[in-house]
């Protein structure tokens, strides 16, 4: 955010007597130096500077008929380059138009180039250019900086849509006020022996300066609303003035007199009354509004003739620099907020003696695991969390208060965990289930009947669960198809993926005829496992159904002809084992492979 460097200052006071500082004509229009002037509200609009037009820039026609109701003009010229804007106070109940024109003939006002028409519907208290002094970031009655250079001249006219006013206050902003404090704006466009209009505060004392050369005499008058008074005793070439008024100098010299006026309003300098420190819960995004904390700032002070920032620094509060948005977007932990209360009129009237803390706590995010794995046999499992935050405390729905607990059986488990400081309680619940895994029961599909150089195996889970699975020595995956497996003898390892259990199995591929017909014609007349030369001393029994040992062969046997000790069996369906050596040397069966084919006749 940008400095906001107040420099400038107004404020609305009694129209009796601020009749000098309202020109409704652009061809008048108040010359603006190192003070601006004071207002005291709007009343008509003399001639018609826009000669019937119906706009100018985003003016429109108001109700007057034309595009002046209740204005006034004023004109400044640059003095230095840097970033400068404006502030147009007023009540918030009011509602304001102005339009910034590059030049001073008033006979060729071109088109604005800045410009604001918005209504208030939305019960702003300022309109202009550069940043809104009340925090508002997005307000659409303010418009862009202006970027200056010396010597550029400014029209400014500043309009009434109605005549429902009390009056406005112009204060110059941004940094060009940091580099040119006292000249970024010429004063000799002012021809005024007492110089500009003149804006303090209750309790400071300025000086009028009128030394003239060649001055034989002074006298000193006062205006509060009843006419010029003289100012008994002040004869000198300088007065010192602590009050509000319409004040006069008669200056007399040898060649003649001079009249010179000047307008000189003391704002009362506000009171910033102790703001009480705020706890709360911390939420993502979260936004504290801090417009919630104005009544207690401003206490018995009317909101219409103060505004209340805040601040990140007591400096920032000091110069009214970079206020804090209202809806503030406030991080977890502890923080210090400078409060200033300044005159709406006089910004320099302000108090910035108060402060306040915001801590915002912390509100408990658990990340331990909501679905927790209890392994089938295992006497418990630990939920919750492992590594607590000393600063919360712990409520589980089964009674418990630790951070965490070992529970036993399956099921939902909830914890309320809590954040407490000041009386302020901050929680977060979080359930936690609790679900068994079974160890796995598996089987092998060996997808074929003739043995091929690459074959798909299929495992088979007779049990529910999270698994994984891998062949021989190779990686884990969670599909439970195999391809391209190579005939032979094979480890399938089946694992629940939470570290439960694994279960290893021992299958063979081989091949194999379902159907074989001994009957002369050729064909088929044997059946035989294909594949047997992969395994170590392979010994294939076949048997009938009532597991009567029928036939016994290896590697070498030229397969079964159908006949028992030389006699033809019937035509049924017979089965088959099949063992081997393993790599231990151990007589090991086919577990997966002990199955049936059938004889046909």
């Known amino acids: 955010m940008l400095k906001l460097a107040v420099k400038l200052i107004a404020i609305a006071i009694f129209s009796q007597i601020s009749y000098s500082q309202v020109v409704p004509d652009c061809g008048a229009a108040v010359p603006i130096c190192s003070n601006t002037p004071i207002n005291g509200g709007t009343n008509g609009y003399g001639i018609d500077d826009f000669n019937g037009a119906t706009t100018s820039g985003c003016l429109e026609r108001t109700p007057s008929g034309n595009i002046e109701s209740n204005s006034a003009w004023y004109r400044f010229r640059t003095a230095a380059s840097g970033q400068l804007g404006f502030n147009i106070g007023h009540d ?89 404090p006292t000249d970024a704006l010429d004063c000799s466009i002012i021809n005024n022996l007492l110089g500009p209009p003149i804006a303090a505060c209750v309790g400071d004392m300025v000086a009028l300066d009128a030394t003239t050369s060649g001055a034989t005499s002074y006298e000193w008058y006062a205006d509060t609303g009843s006419g010029f008074t003289l100012i008994s005793g002040e004869n000198g070439p300088t007065l010192d003035i602590t009050s509000s008024a319409q004040y006069r100098v008669v200056v007399v010299t040898s060649s003649g007199t001079v009249i010179s006026d000047v307008q000189a309003v003391f704002s009362a300098i506000p009171t910033t009354n102790p703001v009480a420190d705020e706890i709360v819960c911390h939420t993502p995004d979260m936004i504290f509004d801090l417009n919630a904390k104005d009544a207690e700032a401003l206490g018995a002070q009317n909101p219409a003739e103060y505004v209340v920032s805040y601040h990140a620094s007591a400096s920032d509060a000091t110069l009214g620099a970079q206020p804090l948005t209202k809806q503030y977007v406030k991080a977890s932990g502890l923080e210090t907020i400078y409060v200033r209360v300044a005159s709406m009129a006089s910004p320099d009237c302000f108090d910035a003696s108060e402060s306040f803390d915001i801590n915002a706590l912390e509100t408990p995010n658990p990340t331990f695991s909501t679905e927790v794995t209890l392994c089938d046999g295992a006497t418990g499992v630990t939920i919750g969390e492992t590594m607590p935050n000393p600063s919360y405390s712990y409520a589980w729905d089964n009674g418990a208060t630790t951070p965490n607990i070992m529970v036993s059986t399956e099921g939902d488990y909830t914890v309320t965990i809590t954040h407490s400081h000041g009386g302020v309680d901050c929680s977060k619940d979080r359930t936690v289930s609790v679900v068994t895994s079974y160890s796995p029961i598996i089987s092998v599909d060996v997808a074929f009947e003739n043995l091929q150089p690459v074959n798909t195996v299929t495992i088979l889970n007779d049990v529910d669960g999270d698994f994984e699975y891998r062949l021989d020595d190779g990686p884990y995956q969670d599909s439970m198809v195999f391809d391209e497996v190579l ?20 299958f063979v591929v081989v091949g194999f005829a379902p159907i074989f017909s001994p009957n002369g014609d050729v064909l088929n007349e044997t059946w035989q496992i294909d594949g047997l030369s992969v395994l170590d001393s392979p010994v294939v029994t076949i048997y009938d159904r009532y597991g009567k040992l029928i036939w016994e062969m290896t590697e070498f046997s030229p397969g079964w002809d159908g006949s028992f000790k030389g006699m033809p069996l019937p035509s049924t369906d017979y089965w088959f084992k099949l063992s081997y050596l393993d790599t231990d040397g151990n007589r090991i069966y086919a577990k997966h492979l002990q199955s049936h084919f059938s004889l046909r006749r």
């Open 487 to 506: 005939p032979g003898a094979h480890t399938v390892t089946a694992r629940d993926i939470h570290g439960c259990s694994e279960v290893t199995e021992n």
């Open 92 to 180: 918030s109940s009011e509602d304001w138009d102005f339009a910034l024109y590059q030049t001073s003939d008033c006979n060729n006002l071109g088109t604005p180039i800045r410009c604001n028409f918005f209504d208030n519907s939305d019960a702003k208290s300022f309109i202009g250019v550069g940043e809104d002094p009340s925090g508002d970031p997005d307000s659409v009655h303010y418009e862009d900086w202006l970027q200056v250079s010396p010597g550029e001249d400014y029209l400014l006219l500043i309009n009434n849509f109605s005549n429902s006013n009390t009056g406005f206050s112009i204060q110059f902003t941004g940094q060009i006020w940091d580099t040119n």
